[in-house]
């Protein structure tokens, strides 16, 4: 499961919004990001 980690940029998050393959994963970073 991801974690929020204070240290991410918002174009890391957004890297890893849109890396992400699984659908919840992806669904989490989008509303962190």
């Known amino acids: 499961m991801p974690q929020v980690v204070r240290h991410l940029t918002l174009r890391e ?16 970073f989008q509303a962190v990001y």
């Open 13 to 28: 998050l957004e890297r890893r919004y849109k890396k992400a393959k699984d659908p919840v994963e992806k669904t989490r």
